[in-house]
């Protein structure tokens, strides 16, 4: 069985992220879609809401497993015994970080397979962060997010 990740900390997921993961689930039997914790990152939302953000999201989606994770990529990759990697690029700006990020893991895990997806052209320009400003001032923001997560967004966002 051919399995992949697609690891982020999805916060909030939006389409582009969904895109992705459709995209992927077509080239592989199982896709682990990892909500990643990092203590180093400022999060609006919690660990367990962005996982239930991704999901609802993904509930539609066969083949696809969401999970979390708190600890260095590569260890999770071990820990199930992927070898293949899924990362979105929308710019360039997001290769170079990318290109990195995947020297780094393949060093640690030489077996790695890393597949870059571009992101469709509808979603190159959309960013959690964008989104979440959108929404901060209170902007439509329902073309980048499902209704469940523009309720959160606005939730969190409006409180006054």
Do not use: C
């Amino acid at each position: 069985m051919r399995d992949a990740v697609y690891p982020g900390s999805f916060d909030p997921i939006t389409f582009g992220h969904v895109n992705i993961v459709k995209r992927a689930i077509e080239r592989f039997d199982k896709l682990h879609v990892v909500v990643m914790d990092n203590p180093n990152k400022n999060y609006l939302f919690s660990l367990d809401e962005r996982l239930a953000m991704v999901k609802n999201d993904l509930k539609e989606v066969k083949n696809v497993v969401v999970d979390t994770y708190n600890g260095l990529l590569v260890n999770y990759l071990k820990e199930h015994k992927i070898y293949n990697l899924i990362r979105g690029l929308r710019a360039v700006s997001d290769y170079e970080y990318e290109l990195q990020m995947a020297h780094a893991n393949k060093s640690l895990l030489p077996e790695l397979e890393i597949f870059f997806l571009m992101a469709d052209t509808k979603f190159s320009y959309i960013s959690s962060s964008m989104i979440k400003e959108i929404a901060m001032y209170d902007g439509d923001i329902s073309k980048w997010v499902s209704p469940y997560v523009e309720s959160k967004l606005k939730e969190r966002l409006l409180k006054k």
